[in-house]
């Protein structure tokens, strides 16, 4: 069976520092892969997709970025990070067919201080 | 751009009865699918219940069932005989079929859904 790996769990750093997200999916190949970040009361926004390694679409502009160095590998990235960047992040990997669900990851909780 | 709103950011049901979550998106596709994820306050995203527009027939998964209403862009969720772990966060989903809905789902906003013991 399929499975989706995201880590760390929590993060908390400060302002101006780095960001690194991974994420890993088991059990499938060539899967489209998603980052999404969700805020308080603002549903889930997607930031990054990924139809293959290499091939990335942004959604927003923003201070991140996405990488996907293996097939099933995603990495979203800052160099510097603003306060505005605090939020739950979401990978998500769903199959190349319309009809297929996303299947998230547990998140991680990102607090820039 | 597709939209998905959901108008009831709260709502609450006694344990055992029955609640009904909406949602409506706007589209200008004609072959979409739609779903329910349920978020509970371990963050986790679950999915629900998912529905592919081409078919009249509305899904239904044990307790939860959806009323899928195409010409009015509704798709609601119905929760019989409310259990306490359905307490969670519901979000209403959008995919076009288009691209193969390669650039994900759009979300709505959610409802949090309070069951009362």
């Known amino acids: 069976s399929q499975t989706i790996h995201q880590w760390p769990a929590t993060l908390v750093q400060p302002v101006g520092s780095p960001l690194s997200l991974e994420c890993t999916v088991e059990g499938t190949s060539n899967p489209n892969l998603y980052w999404y970040r969700q805020a308080a009361g603002r549903g889930l926004q997607l930031l990054f997709y990924?139809?293959?390694?290499?091939?990335i679409s942004s959604e927003v502009p923003q201070n991140l970025s996405a990488s996907r160095p293996q097939d099933r590998q995603f990495i979203l990235s800052s160099k510097k990070l603003l306060l505005s960047d605090s939020g739950f992040y979401l990978c998500a990997w769903k199959a190349g067919f319309s009809n297929s669900p996303l299947h998230f990851g547990n998140g991680t909780r990102l607090t820039v201080t | 751009a597709q939209t998905v709103t959901q108008s009831q950011p709260e709502m609450s049901v006694q344990e055992a009865e029955t609640v009904t979550l909406s949602c409506t998106y706007d589209t200008s596709e004609s072959d979409y699918y739609l779903f329910w994820y349920k978020q509970p306050p371990s963050r986790q995203m679950i999915l629900v219940i998912r529905?592919?527009?081409?078919?009249?027939q509305n899904a239904t998964e044990n307790r939860f069932s959806v009323n899928f209403q195409k010409a009015a862009k509704s798709f609601s969720l119905k929760i019989s005989d409310s259990q306490l772990g359905d307490a969670a966060m519901y979000f209403c989903a959008y995919s076009p079929d288009s691209g193969g809905g390669a650039d994900g789902l759009t979300f709505g906003k959610g409802t949090h859904l309070i069951i009362q013991p």
């Open positions: 529905q592919e527009a081409y078919k009249q």
């Open positions: 990924s139809i293959g390694i290499d091939q």
